[in-house]
């Protein structure tokens, strides 16, 4: 079977004396780990292509349960990428949050993370870097179900939250008369729930708006 896709490479890693295992974020068919054969032996296999973080189109063939990568080409290249290590921090924590993740191939997940990466390239405010991380990770909890999007207090729904409240099943806010001293919790303050409620249901403003790096460090 042959597989022609969008994808974003999210790790490379050495895989014998003269390949590379890539791990791709597929645009219709999810996570993939596919084997480079040959690409550290010759420079023209993949002509350098194999760069986490850019738009690729790739062609892949899959032999039982291996996939091998066979052909890839760079659609889009962000060389800024590099230039901050807050950005390198930010893309290192999504792709480990990324493979650590089971589930099916989802479309506006890859769209989000190809908007993540062409809004990093450009930005230069380390506030607007975080900001940026922490709607992605926001997103990626409300998709999985473990962060509930009610922004009253989840018991009562009247109180103003202020905790944050884990648990086994999830994420979720409440107020101080029903908080439960078993449960885990963190206080959280008008800001924190300022940006919780603008990034759940974010309007084309919230990219724009601009939150102290003490606030998204307390987030």
Do not use: H
């Amino acid at each position: 079977m042959e597989i022609s896709d969008y994808g974003i490479i999210l790790r490379c890693s050495d895989y014998r004396e003269n390949d590379i295992l890539v791990d791709i974020y597929t645009k219709k068919n999810g996570i993939i780990k596919a084997c480079a054969f040959g690409a550290k032996k010759s420079k023209k296999r993949f002509c350098g292509n194999l760069i986490p973080y850019q738009l690729l189109l790739i062609r892949l063939k899959n032999y039982r349960d291996l996939f091998t990568l066979e052909e890839i080409n760079v659609v889009r290249y962000f060389p800024n990428l590099t230039k901050s290590l807050t950005v390198l921090k930010i893309l290192f924590n999504i792709s480990n949050i990324m493979l650590s993740r089971k589930g099916y191939a989802e479309e506006a997940i890859f769209k989000l993370l190809y908007f993540l990466i062409f809004t990093l390239n450009k930005s230069v405010s380390r506030e607007d870097q975080v900001k940026l991380y922490l709607f992605f990770c926001f997103y990626l909890l409300k998709k999985d179900g473990v962060l509930l999007s009610k922004t009253g207090c989840v018991r009562c729904n009247k109180g103003l939250p202020d905790y944050i409240v884990t648990d086994n099943n999830g994420m979720y806010l409440k107020c101080s008369s029903c908080l439960n001293n078993n449960e885990f919790f963190s206080k959280i303050d008008k800001d924190f729930i300022d940006f919780f409620m603008s990034s759940l249901k974010p309007e084309k403003t919230f990219f724009e708006r601009s939150f102290t790096f003490q606030t998204l460090k307390n987030i």
